[in-house]
């Protein structure tokens, strides 16, 4: 089993920054994808972006483009979207995930979830 906590979820004005965690514990190993997606009151949960230990990105929404930004901190099993010019419409419960088949935007191929951090921004 691996076990996925996130962390630095909050409110924000339009234009402010967070920057999410999310430590993993437990049987997470170095082929494990990792992503980071979302889910908006009444919409469907959406991929945002995804990394493996090595480094390697990839993002999916061309809405966050330039904006987010993931990166990994192998030797802590922590993984980080930092989150710049933020705007209402990114307002969503954030969710990490690990994939055990590698690193993939499809979100069936998420094994293990964390409990999400909501991400509230006011304009």
């Known amino acids: 089993q691996v076990q996925l906590v996130e962390s630095g979820g909050g409110s924000v004005q339009a234009g402010g920054s967070l920057r999410l965690s999310c430590v993993a514990s437990g049987r997470i190993r170095s082929s494990h994808g990792m992503g980071w997606f979302r889910q908006a009151p009444g919409k469907e949960r959406e991929f945002v972006a995804g990394i493996n230990w090595t480094g390697v990105r990839t993002v999916a929404l061309d809405s966050v483009q330039g904006r987010f930004f993931i990166s990994r901190d192998s030797a802590k099993n922590t993984i980080f979207l930092q989150m710049s010019s933020l705007q209402p419409e990114d307002t969503a419960i954030y969710y990490c995930?690990?994939?055990?088949?590698?690193?993939?935007?499809?979100?069936?191929?998420?094994?293990?979830w964390g409990q999400g951090t909501q991400v509230t921004v006011s304009s």
């Open positions: 995930a690990a994939a055990t088949g590698g690193l993939t935007s499809a979100m069936a191929a998420y094994d293990y």
